[in-house]
Structures are given as C-alpha cells and as structure tokens.
C-alpha cells in the first residue's frame, strides 16, 4: 500500500456500527455533556464514550481493558472513536460514574427514535424477569437471622457485664445514675452509644480505684470488643432494610437462587432481580428489585414505567408468576387490560383436571343462601372467620376460612387434607372476581394471540443477552451502577435488533 486506507470505505453501508454511530448522534447529548465541570486537560467526547462503549456491547466486549484495547487495534473501534484511544481508567469512570447520572434519558432517546420509525407503538407490553449474578464474592453473605441472633447473644453478654458492676459497688452506683440502670434494663435494647456511656462511667469509677480488675476487665471488654460488634450489627440491620441478606463485597445484593448453579446443590448467589418490558423484542423499560419474587416487583416497575414514558401500556401480558390479588386490582385501578396468568391457569385448561383433583376448593359447591361449601363427599363446610393478609407492598386483602365440621371417618380425609384436624378452604371473594375476569380476557380471541407472543418476547431478549452475548454477571458494583450497566445493554439490544432489520 502507498497510502493508509481509509477507514469510511473499508466499513460498508448498513454495517452495525454505523447504526450505532447514526441512532447515537440523533440524541440530545445535553445532559450528558453537562455533567463534566469543565477546566483542566480536555476531556473526551462523551458522545464518542457512548458510541464506543454501545458498540462494544454489541460485540460481547464488556471489560473496559477489552474495549481499550479494541480502540488500538479493531477498525470498527478506530472508526467509531475517531482514532481516539482512552484508557480503560477513562472508559470505567465514563460507564460507572457519568453515565449514570443520565442512563434514563440516553435509553428513551432511543426508545423515542424507534416510536417515530415505527417499530413500536406501546400497544402491548410483555414484562418478565431474570435474576443476574452480582459483582461479588459468593461465600460473602450476611444473613438477619444470624446477626439478630448473634446480636441478642451480645445484649445478654452486656447485661451480664453491668449487672456484675453493680454488685461490685455496696452503694446503688451513684456515679451511673438510675436513668442508665433503666435504659440497660431487662428486655430493652442496648446500642453502641449506650455501651459508650456505660465505658465513660467504668472510666469514672477506675480513677477511683484504678486496681480494680473487674472494672479493668469490664472497659477492655466493652471497648475492645462489644462496642466494636454492636456497632457492626447496627450496620448490618441498617443495610438489610426489608431484606433478609446481602453481600458484604456489594451490599446492595441480596441472596437469590439463579438458574445458573455452578454446584448443583441449589446455591444461593449474590444478584439483582431484573424485570424487562419488551414490544417486538425492543426492551422498552427495565426496574431492579432486591428481593427474588416477581409478583411484588410488577407495582414498581410499571410506576417507573409511567414515569419514563408519562402513560401505562395498554395491554399487560406476562407469566403466572405475576398472577396475584394485589397486581390484579392495581391493573384494573389503572384501566391497563390484563393477559396475566394465575398459577392455575393451565392445569384448568385441561379437561381431566377436576376429576384429578376432586378435593381442591375450586371443586367444592358454594350455597349462597347458607354462606357454606359441600364437599365431594357430601360434608358441608361452614363460615369461621375471616383472616387479613398484608403483602410485602402493603396491599391489604382477605380470606374467608371455612372449616367441616366433622372430618372423622371420612373415607378420603387423606386425599383430602394432610392436617390432623377438620378440612379447611380460605376463599377470596375478591381474587375469585379478579381471576375470573383475567380468565375471560386470556381465554379470549385476543388473550389467544397475546399469550402465543409472549413466549419470545422477554425470553428472546434475556437468552440473546444472557446466553448469545454471554452477559450473566455484572462487572460494577452498587444498586445505581448495575442500573446503568444494564440500560447500556440494552441500548445495544435495541439498536443491534435495528440494524438486523
């Protein structure tokens, strides 16, 4: 060669990085580019970051040292950053720190180009969830269970200690005053700043007598050792929040049980729980959760929905895993129309069903006029009392319990129940209205389509990222950089599914 290539001509037209470089170009990079304070050495575009860190994405290139890498030798790179070459440093600091500040408002200017171009309409919203592997150590768990335990051993250890103070002294302790007596009584809570003051008053009595052992004893104690712990248990209770665990390498991850167990014996790892909504396979909004259930992350993820895009998607198609009391009524409250299964929803599909299961409630006769079931057997099971329910979201819903009055010598009372005492059924009279409803709309016509679609639509997107890109463990670290971690994801979903269009 006489001359170096150009690069414009080595790339063809329609190639997936000039998507990237086109769609990327046509946001509004204001507030992005307001984030850097000015003053000092120059900085790198942040649009050109953005470019460089999406097409990455798209190519399985998640490590900043990769992609820097990729900017001095791959020429798809080289084109896109403008000869430009950024270290890993200004690469990891771009993603984790800038990015984040904007991630919404990068991911729905995407989201807006493919409204105006017609690959979505926000008609239907498909929502499911994954669970993703945390950036953390997986024998580095903190469970409530043990730190309350552990925590209830060491007041014990601290009450124990005061108590023998007291018994060191005839008098009633006039130094440590009666109000610390109270505060360190019996069955209340004793916290590091109250071990404090009680180390402060060891202190008095030692100029007092500074030969005395126990006491020498008691302030090594409190503050070599119990302060120490009772501060790091209050941490821990702080960090737990409403959970039951989390990582001390990333606090923010909670314990979860993943599909993907590396040692087959049901480990739980530290993760996010992911829930996607999808149209045409293009993720329109995404939420993260600390807890592993789905059904109470629905509430959340649509609220942020509405946020983002300022409406509720018309139509919710999801899995029976969303199927509850509480994100029935909130669709309903909210005029959104719900393809969303129950747990029964299959198994009631299938004529043998019933006559499988002649003893579940669903089977049982209701009569009206009595307020009371009969069974198959021909027993009848009379109103008791009604029992609440609060959801982890505060929905508050109700069952109706209805108890036989004489299981015994029932020929069948073992198909029928595994308690020792009389059959009992709960019923919610409101759930049953909600389900039948859901029933009719998924049996419909319409609910046909809907549930034939949304098999490959969030399942598409998650096994394309998780499985064809390889994406199963985040690389940052905290709540706020996963969020941004996994929107530049799928910003690079969304434009790489353009350009194969």
């Known amino acids: 060669m006489l001359l170096p290539p150009n690069l414009e001509e080595i790339i063809h037209e329609g190639h997936l990085v000039r998507v990237v470089n086109e769609m990327i170009e046509r946001i509004d990079m204001e507030p992005l580019v307001r984030q850097y304070k000015g003053g000092g050495t120059s900085a790198y575009h942040p649009k050109m970051l953005l470019k460089v860190i999406i097409y990455a994405y798209t190519q399985r290139t998640f490590s900043s040292r990769k992609i820097a890498k990729a900017l001095r030798e791959n020429i798809y790179f080289m084109w896109l950053s403008g000869m430009s070459q950024p270290d890993h440093r200004t690469i990891n600091r771009f993603r984790g720190e800038i990015m984040k500040a904007v991630m919404e408002e990068v991911f729905y200017g995407v989201i807006e180009q493919l409204l105006d171009e017609g690959y979505i309409d926000l008609e239907k919203y498909f929502v499911d969830g994954t669970k993703l592997e945390a950036n953390a150590n997986r024998y580095s768990f903190v469970w409530r269970k043990s730190t309350e335990k552990y925590r209830a051993t060491l007041q014990k250890k601290v009450r124990d200690l005061l108590d023998e103070i007291d ?49 020498k004893k008691a302030k090594r104690d409190l503050e070599k050792d119990f302060i120490l712990r ?198 919610g009279v409101e759930l049953l209205k909600l389900k039948k409803e859901a029933h009719d709309y998924l049996i419909s016509p319409r609910g046909i389509e809907m549930r034939s679609k949304r098999p490959i639509e969030a399942e598409a997107v998650f096994g394309r990222l998780k499985h064809n890109w390889g994406f199963r463990r985040f690389l940052l670290r905290g709540l706020e950089k996963v969020k941004t971690e996994w929107g530049i994801l799928c910003i690079a979903h969304n434009i790489a599914k353009v350009a194969a269009q």
């Open 167 to 215: 018994e060191i002294e005839a008098a009633e302790e006039a130094e440590y005053g009666e109000k610390d007596l109270e505060e360190m009584g019996e069955g209340k809570e004793i916290d590091a700043e109250t071990m404090k003051r009680a180390a402060e008053k060891i202190n008095e009595k030692l100029r007092q007598d500074p030969k005395n052992k126990k006491l």
């Open 230 to 427: 009772e501060e790091k248990y209050e941490r821990y209770m702080e960090t737990f929040q409403d959970r039951n665990s989390f990582s001390k390498t990333d606090e923010d991850a909670t314990f979860m049980r993943m599909k993907e167990d590396h040692m087959r014996n049901g480990q739980l790892k530290a993760g996010y729980n992911v829930q996607i909504g999808t149209e045409n396979q293009f993720v329109l909004g995404y939420s993260f959760h600390q807890r592993a259930g789905d059904t109470s992350c629905l509430k959340d993820h649509l609220e942020q929905f509405k946020d983002w895009l300022g409406e509720y998607p018309e139509n919710l198609i999801t899995d029976a895993g969303y199927g509850s009391e509480e994100n029935y009524a909130y669709l309903k409250e909210r005029n959104i129309v719900p393809f969303v299964k129950y747990n029964t929803f299959h198994y009631e599909q299938k004529k043998r069903y019933k006559k499988k299961k002649p003893y579940l409630a669903e089977n049982f006769t209701y009569l009206a006029a009595k307020d009371e079931y009969v069974c198959p057997q021909g027993k009848s099971l009379k109103y008791v009392f009604t029992k609440g329910y609060t959801s982890h979201n505060g929905y508050r819903s109700s069952r109706r319990v209805y108890e036989c009055a004489d299981c015994e010598g029932c020929p069948v009372k073992a198909e029928c129940t595994r308690s020792k005492n009389n059959r009992r059924i709960y019923i």
